[in-house]
């Protein structure tokens, strides 16, 4: 895209260069016709390869010479370097004057000022003459306005605290009116990355954080400005994450002092902190939001879709610390976030209902509703566990939802959700401490076992959207769908290994590790044979490949724990158990093998038409 600092003269230099290099190529063209033309009739010798590599070695240097001599010129490389030497040069003239004692520090920090102010005025001038100089005067006003303001606050002690900051954002406002005046990118994005590293660099590790949290804000605010005149994901992700570090500085040294119960120093202001980072939470959704309205029918940048989601994870947790080590309500903060994944799922149901192409926003707010309802329900109830089976349960609400909406993202979306409810109640349900058996978790474990299964099946009832990116992209045959069958085979076997311990209290004390480890292995294997037996009765051969995992996992459990640390009757009951599976594994597969083609095929056609008729009604 050409630059509005390209001048009517450049373009006819550029013009007349590529005339000249048309002409060479004219040049040689002709020469050597004329060399063909005059050969001899007689059938020349056939030249050796190297002679046709060195034929024209001459030639292709004054070719590449003028190609980066087009492109120097083009791009004023020569003028703008001079240009930055020279400007560098006053500033270090300025700088040796105030080092030597001439002028004292707080007039020499005001020359230097003055000098990038009037660097940044003349960078508006020649804006406005179309000069390709003017994005150097601009960008060298900022540089050396930011390293000023920094060193004399920080290192000369002449600056107070908030003129510094003033200074700052005045200087990052300018060069935003510069680039809207001028249409121009580079005076937005070198304010916002000057006034983002300066405030972050002053007076650092220990910043007046209130007022430092209002310049990352206002560098936050111009960097989604920044992107409406130029695709810039980088620079709005350098600022988030100078942003993130910086509050996330001041959360963890703030709760580190309301621990030990010291006193906290002025800077870290504890009544602002909660209150600066939920401004934070609601600004990051709100410019996303206005990043995908703005964006319409075109693809979403990858920065407004992953910020909703980190930053509902970054605000939360942060959030969560402070609020537990001030010993607060974690109580309020869990319901205050429930009502964030609410406006979130709200959100995501508002961009589906746009008459836009793709319904883009829908599945990015929705991945951050998600993540924010998994991190607040256990903080606002205090269980859990027993969080875990809603979580499950607005999945397949979504899920179902997604199929009215023909949206795969949406989809794929909630399978993440089922599978971290499924992953969540395995760690939280594992090992053998009072928590992990306790007969209450039997409800959440059966519970999500339930959703997750009738998620899987839901699944295999209705196919993927006829046009999905996500799964055109990585999983057209939804394959991942099984990952739904292993998460709830995975709570359905915790929720019974409860029952089993349950039961073990009634067996004699001397029996029940032994009783215990092997009941489990049993109860492996006989989920294997039930599998192995439902897939060779359906001819389904994603839940075989499931049955015969499951007789791995058996097989693990018998020959590597069973028979190295129980024994008696216990263990004779484990590895019968195991053969039992491994005998009726063996009959089905066998007789899978030995099907008639034309009836496997039969079964897959009324397989096929039993789908399509569901997807039908």
Same mark, same amino acid.
């Given at each position: 895209?050409?630059?509005?600092?390209?001048?009517?003269?450049?373009?006819?230099?550029?013009?007349?260069?590529?005339?000249?290099?048309?002409?060479?190529?004219?040049?040689?063209?002709?020469?050597?016709?004329?060399?063909?033309?005059?050969?001899?009739?007689?059938?020349?010798?056939?030249?050796?390869?190297?002679?046709?590599?060195?034929?024209?070695?001459?030639?292709?240097?004054?070719?590449?010479?003028?190609?980066?001599?087009?492109?120097?010129?083009?791009?004023?490389?020569?003028?703008?370097?001079?240009?930055?030497?020279?400007?560098?040069?006053?500033?270090?003239?300025?700088?040796?004057?105030?080092?030597?004692?001439?002028?004292?520090?707080?007039?020499?920090?005001?020359?230097?000022?003055?000098?990038?102010?009037?660097?940044?005025?003349?960078?508006?001038?020649?804006?406005?003459?179309?000069?390709?100089?003017?994005?150097?005067?601009?960008?060298?006003?900022?540089?050396?306005?930011?390293?000023?303001?920094?060193?004399?606050?920080?290192?000369?002690?002449?600056?107070?605290?908030?003129?510094?900051?003033?200074?700052?954002?005045?200087?990052?406002?300018?060069?935003?009116?510069?680039?809207?005046?001028?249409?121009?990118?580079?005076?937005?994005?070198?304010?916002?990355?000057?006034?983002?590293?300066?405030?972050?660099?002053?007076?650092?590790?220990?910043?007046?954080?209130?007022?430092?949290?209002?310049?990352?804000?206002?560098?936050?605010?111009?960097?989604?400005?920044?992107?409406?005149?130029?695709?810039?994901?980088?620079?709005?992700?350098?600022?988030?994450?100078?942003?993130?570090?910086?509050?996330?500085?001041?959360?963890?040294?703030?709760?580190?002092?309301?621990?030990?119960?010291?006193?906290?120093?002025?800077?870290?202001?504890?009544?602002?902190?909660?209150?600066?980072?939920?401004?934070?939470?609601?600004?990051?959704?709100?410019?996303?939001?206005?990043?995908?309205?703005?964006?319409?029918?075109?693809?979403?940048?990858?920065?407004?879709?992953?910020?909703?989601?980190?930053?509902?994870?970054?605000?939360?947790?942060?959030?969560?610390?402070?609020?537990?080590?001030?010993?607060?309500?974690?109580?309020?903060?869990?319901?205050?976030?429930?009502?964030?994944?609410?406006?979130?799922?709200?959100?995501?149901?508002?961009?589906?209902?746009?008459?836009?192409?793709?319904?883009?926003?829908?599945?990015?707010?929705?991945?951050?509703?998600?993540?924010?309802?998994?991190?607040?329900?256990?903080?606002?109830?205090?269980?859990?566990?027993?969080?875990?089976?809603?979580?499950?349960?607005?999945?397949?609400?979504?899920?179902?939802?997604?199929?009215?909406?023909?949206?795969?993202?949406?989809?794929?979306?909630?399978?993440?959700?089922?599978?971290?409810?499924?992953?969540?109640?395995?760690?939280?349900?594992?090992?053998?401490?009072?928590?992990?058996?306790?007969?209450?978790?039997?409800?959440?474990?059966?519970?999500?076992?339930?959703?997750?299964?009738?998620?899987?099946?839901?699944? !295999? @009832?209705?196919?993927? *959207? +006829?046009?999905?990116?996500?799964?055109? %992209?990585?999983?057209? $045959? =939804?394959?991942?769908?099984?990952?739904?069958?292993?998460?709830?085979?995975?709570?359905?076997?915790?929720?019974?290994?409860?029952?089993?311990?349950?039961?073990?209290?009634?067996?004699?004390?001397?029996?029940?590790?032994?009783?215990?480890?092997?009941?489990?292995?049993?109860?492996?294997?006989?989920?294997?044979?039930?599998?192995?037996?439902?897939?060779?009765?359906?001819?389904?051969?994603?839940?075989?490949?499931?049955?015969?995992?499951?007789?791995?996992?058996?097989?693990?459990?018998?020959?590597?724990?069973?028979?190295?640390?129980?024994?008696?009757?216990?263990?004779?009951?484990?590895?019968?158990?195991?053969?039992?599976?491994?005998?009726?594994?063996?009959?089905?597969?066998? !007789? @899978?093998?030995?099907? *008639? +083609?034309?009836?496997?095929?039969?079964? %897959?056609?009324?397989? $096929? =038409?039993?789908?399509?008729?569901?997807?039908?009604?």
């Amino acid at each position: 895209m050409s630059t509005p600092d390209e001048t009517t003269e450049k373009r006819e230099k550029e013009l007349e260069n590529r005339i000249q290099m048309l002409e060479q190529h004219l040049e040689r063209l002709a020469a050597h016709i004329g060399d063909e033309g005059a050969a001899p009739a007689a059938a020349a010798p056939v030249p050796k390869p190297r002679q046709i590599v060195t034929d024209y070695p001459d030639e292709e240097m004054p070719e590449l010479t003028e190609e980066v001599l087009g492109w120097a010129s083009r791009n004023a490389v020569l003028p703008r370097l001079a240009t930055v030497c020279f400007l560098m040069v006053i500033a270090l003239v300025l700088r040796t004057i105030t080092d030597s004692g001439l002028v004292n520090k707080l007039l020499g920090s005001g020359l230097g000022m003055g000098y990038a102010a009037a660097l940044m005025a003349f960078g508006w001038f020649k804006y406005g003459k179309e000069s390709p100089l003017a994005p150097v005067f601009a960008a060298c006003g900022v540089v050396l306005m930011s390293t000023i303001v920094v060193e004399t606050h920080t290192h000369f002690k002449s600056l107070p605290l908030v003129p510094a900051y003033l200074t700052l954002m005045a200087t990052g406002f300018g060069m935003a009116l510069m680039s809207r005046r001028f249409n121009a990118f580079v005076p937005i994005s070198v304010g916002v990355l000057g006034m983002c590293f300066a405030g972050a660099a002053m007076d650092y590790p220990h910043p007046f954080f209130p007022y430092l949290a209002l310049v990352l804000y206002t560098a936050n605010v111009l960097g989604y400005f920044a992107a409406q005149l130029k695709r810039c994901s980088w620079l709005r992700w350098s600022v988030l994450v100078v942003t993130m570090i910086m509050l996330q500085l001041w959360g963890v040294r703030l709760g580190m002092l309301l621990r030990k119960g010291e006193a906290i120093p002025p800077e870290l202001a504890p009544a602002w902190y909660l209150p600066v980072l939920a401004v934070f939470f609601l600004t990051f959704v709100f410019l996303s939001l206005l990043g995908i309205v703005k964006a319409g029918s075109q693809k979403i940048s990858r920065f407004d879709f992953s910020l909703p989601t980190i930053n509902v994870i970054w605000a939360f947790l942060l959030a969560r610390h402070v609020t537990e080590a001030w010993q607060a309500n974690v109580n309020l903060l869990g319901m205050i976030g429930l009502l964030g994944a609410a406006g979130l799922f709200g959100l995501t149901f508002w961009c589906a209902r746009r008459n836009v192409e793709g319904a883009p926003g829908t599945n990015t707010f929705a991945v951050a509703g998600g993540a924010l309802l998994a991190l607040a329900l256990p903080a606002a109830t205090g269980a859990f566990a027993m969080s875990l089976p809603v979580i499950s349960l607005v999945a397949i609400t979504m899920a179902i939802v997604s199929r009215v909406w023909e949206n795969g993202g949406l989809r794929g979306t909630t399978y993440l959700m089922n599978i971290y409810a499924c992953v969540a109640i395995v760690l939280v349900l594992r090992g053998e401490g009072p928590g992990a058996t306790d007969a209450v978790n039997m409800l959440p474990a059966g519970l999500v076992a339930v959703i997750s299964i009738y998620h899987y099946q839901w699944c !295999r @009832w209705w196919p993927v *959207p +006829a046009t999905s990116a996500l799964f055109d %992209a990585f999983d057209r $045959n =939804d394959r991942s769908a099984a990952l739904l069958l292993l998460g709830g085979l995975a709570s359905g076997f915790f929720m019974i290994r409860i029952g089993i311990f349950q039961t073990m209290q009634f067996v004699p004390a001397a029996l029940q590790r032994d009783a215990f480890r092997c009941g489990q292995s049993v109860l492996i294997n006989a989920a294997a044979i039930a599998l192995i037996l439902f897939a060779y009765l359906r001819r389904d051969k994603e839940i075989r490949n499931v049955a015969i995992l499951v007789t791995v996992v058996g097989a693990v459990k018998v020959f590597l724990y069973d028979l190295l640390g129980t024994h008696g009757l216990p263990l004779v009951f484990s590895v019968f158990s195991f053969g039992m599976a491994a005998a009726v594994e063996s009959l089905a597969l066998g !007789r @899978w093998q030995k099907q *008639p +083609a034309d009836q496997t095929k039969n079964s %897959a056609v009324n397989g $096929n =038409d039993t789908v399509s008729n569901k997807a039908t009604e």
